[in-house]
């Protein structure tokens, strides 16, 4: 594995904000750094790999590469989740459910929205990887880190982020069957009250709803949405 030389980058990639220690701030710097080193290694590498495929197949796949699902799995399959310096019931309760799913062998990314069941990964353990990429990055250089976070991600990008194997997430779905159909203008997507009385998303053409989708976080209800709105279309 990597080797920090300068350690204080690894303890801040794993300090929360709700962690109150003066001499560390919390990973959120890295985290935003972190985001965009993981969007320029996967895109450089999907570019160099498949020199056939256009831009709309390359923003899938580093769409499906580049998520806080997919983040998060991996965050978890390294056990970062045990490193992380926090002061919150709440994100300990999130984070251990998020890692039984994934124990059980639950999908991540766009396919956790075809599923019937699903757990909602935290953002923190999305953020979590992003802030190590960072510090990676911040430590090594661009070469170091670009082996490293390379080597953590490769059996995620296989699985899920090949022109093979990306499975198109239903958002983007929707958008390109709208944008077919000449009807992208029309389509819009609103928080409705479901018939149970919970709070969902909706995706209404030209003022009328035609699909409802819900979940433990609006991303996932909008993706539910989206998937069934393709369906209805």
């Not at 204080?8 to 929360?16: D, K, N």
């Not at 709440?90 to 699903?118: I, K, N, P």
């Not at 995706?203 to 035609?210: A, L, N, S």
Request: glycine share 10%.
């Amino acid at each position: 594995g990597y080797v920090f030389t300068h350690k204080p980058l690894l303890l801040e990639a794993f300090t929360h904000a709700s962690f109150q220690r003066a001499a560390t701030p919390c990973y959120q710097r890295l985290e935003y750094l972190g985001d965009a080193v993981l969007d320029f290694y996967v895109t450089t590498d999907l570019y160099d790999r498949y020199p056939d495929i256009g831009p709309g197949c390359i923003t899938d796949c580093r769409y499906a590469g580049v998520n806080n699902e997919t983040l998060a799995a991996i965050s978890v399959s390294h056990g970062y989740h045990h490193c992380l310096f926090h002061h919150s019931a709440d994100l300990l309760r999130e984070m251990t459910t998020f890692v039984r799913w994934v124990a059980q062998g639950g999908h991540v990314a766009a396919a956790s929205a075809y599923e019937d069941r699903a757990a909602d990964a935290p953002k923190i353990l999305g953020d979590l990887f992003e802030s190590v990429a960072g510090a990676v990055f911040l430590d090594g250089g661009v070469e170091a880190a670009g082996v490293a976070i390379r080597r953590l991600m490769k059996p995620y990008l296989e699985r899920y982020a090949t022109p093979e194997t990306v499975v198109l997430d239903p958002r983007r779905a929707l958008q390109k069957l709208c944008q077919q159909k000449g009807i992208f203008d029309h389509m819009e997507y609103r928080i409705v009250v479901g018939e149970m009385g919970g709070l969902g998303m909706g995706v209404f053409y030209k003022g009328e709803q035609i699909s409802f989708g819900e979940g433990g976080a609006f991303i996932r209800a909008k993706r539910v949405a989206a998937r069934r709105a393709v369906e209805y279309l």
